[in-house]
T-cell receptor, first 118, second 114 residues
Framework: AQTVTQSQPEMSVQEAETVTLSCTYD???????LFWYKQPPSRQMILVIR??????QNATENRFSVNFQKAAKSFSLKISDSQLGDAAMYFCAYRSAGSGGSNYKLTFGKGTLLTVNP | SQTIHQWPATLVQPVGSPLSLECTVE??????LYWYRQAAGRGLQLLFY??????ISSEVPQNLSASRHQVRQFILSSKKLLLSDSGFYLC?????????????FGNGTRLTVT
């Protein structure tokens, strides 16, 4: 079974600075997807960014980018120019690429609580 | 566009009482549906998922059950709640096929069992 590990329970960053959240995963599969979700105090889960394992290019969404190291099974999230609204719990998630309903479920890490200091 | 509705938003129930949480998705045909639970200070644990009407898969043995009698509705139930059932319950959907299909979550239900 796949596992996702987020080794940083909490992180803090100064407003306008850059922060990197770590995520590692364990899998025997070669094709899969990785996601970062954000959960603000409202508790709603918001998709931040996604990465397809077969793509070597790192995904980027505005101020959010990832460093995907497939061999190392590492998938870190970089937030540039941090804003107060970025304060939230961030979850890394893994999904198999195979077809069939069971492969569409996500396995989540335990999350990293990000604090943004003004 | 697709929307997902989950209710109630907050629920306080005594131990031993029944439970019924509803989740409805609009704007998509035959989605995969999921129930996750998030305990305090922990990640999300998948409870059930469904790929179609009457097709329910349970990930973790527990005091809960799920049902899907309509294409776009997913219900989480319990006959008798336990204190350990307290938590934040999230419903989610994804498309049935396609490559990068993320999960789209509802706003969640905070359940407190007293």
């Amino acid at each position: 079974a796949q596992t996702v590990t987020q080794s940083q329970p909490e992180m803090s960053v100064q407003e306008a600075e850059t922060v990197t959240l770590s995520c590692t995963y364990d899998t025997s599969e070669s094709d899969y997807y990785l996601f970062w979700y954000k959960q603000p105090p409202s508790r709603q889960m918001i998709l931040v960014i996604r990465q397809e394992a077969y793509k070597q290019q790192n995904a980027t969404e505005n101020r959010f980018s990832v460093n995907f190291q497939k061999a190392a099974k590492s998938f870190s999230l970089k937030i540039s120019d941090s804003q107060l609204g970025d304060a939230a719990m961030y979850f890394c998630a893994y999904r198999s690429a195979g077809s069939g309903g069971s492969n569409y479920k996500l396995t989540f890490g335990k999350g990293t609580l990000l604090t943004v200091n003004p | 566009s697709q929307t997902i509705h989950q209710w109630p938003a907050t629920l306080v129930q005594p131990v031993g009482s029944p439970l019924s949480l509803e989740c409805t998705v609009e704007g998509t045909s035959n989605p995969n549906l999921y129930w996750y639970r998030q305990a305090a200070g922990r990640g999300l644990q998948l409870l059930f998922y469904s790929v179609g009407i009457g097709q329910i898969s349970s990930e973790v043995p527990q005091n809960l059950s799920a049902s899907r009698h309509q294409v776009r509705q997913f219900i989480l139930s319990s006959k008798k709640l336990l204190l350990s059932d307290s938590g934040f319950y999230l419903c989610a959907w994804s498309v049935l096929s396609g490559r990068v299909s993320p999960l789209h979550f509802g706003n969640g239900t905070r359940l407190t069992v007293t």
